[in-house]
């Protein structure tokens, strides 16, 4: 009668480190009468634990590099780079207002008045134009 009930305690064991093999989870542990089949069952449950805990391996998406961009205005047989744009914004806010230092910048360009207007960490005025 003890070896069907330490038979059945066995497959219980078994079927509960399956399911938490299948599931991801640590199986639960069960208390166990300490007797000759009491060994197999803490061996099967070590082996399903051991299984559970092998972390699954991570992989890294290689990032792609930027591509390479260029936007040019073109009004009126004239064409602006942006980027010379930029660099004469940020060169003329510095050379008016010293040492503050440039947070956001956001430029717009007017084709029809030869210009672009920027707007410094928020902030914009008449003064702050570049001509193109």
């Known amino acids: 009668m003890a070896a069907k009930k330490d038979a059945a305690k066995e497959a219980e064991v078994k079927a509960v480190a399956e399911a ?3 599931k991801g989870t640590a199986p639960k542990k069960t208390t166990v009468k300490k007797t000759t089949a009491s060994k197999k069952e803490t061996a099967v449950e070590k082996e399903a634990a051991t299984r559970t805990e092998a972390a699954p391996k991570k992989t890294t998406a290689k990032k792609a590099a930027a591509p390479e961009a260029k936007v040019v ?7 602006v ?4 744009v930029l660099a004469a914004a940020i060169e003329n806010f510095k050379t008016a207002h010293g040492e503050t230092e440039i947070k956001t910048i956001e430029i717009y ?3 029809e008045e030869n210009a672009a207007y920027y707007v ?3 902030e914009g ?3 702050y134009k570049v001509e193109l």
């Open 20 to 22: 938490a093999e299948v």
């Open 73 to 79: 205005v073109e009004y009126a047989g004239r064409k």
């Open 81 to 84: 780079v942006a980027k010379e």
């Open 109 to 111: 360009v007017k084709p």
């Open 120 to 122: 410094v960490n928020g």
């Open 125 to 127: 005025s008449s003064d």
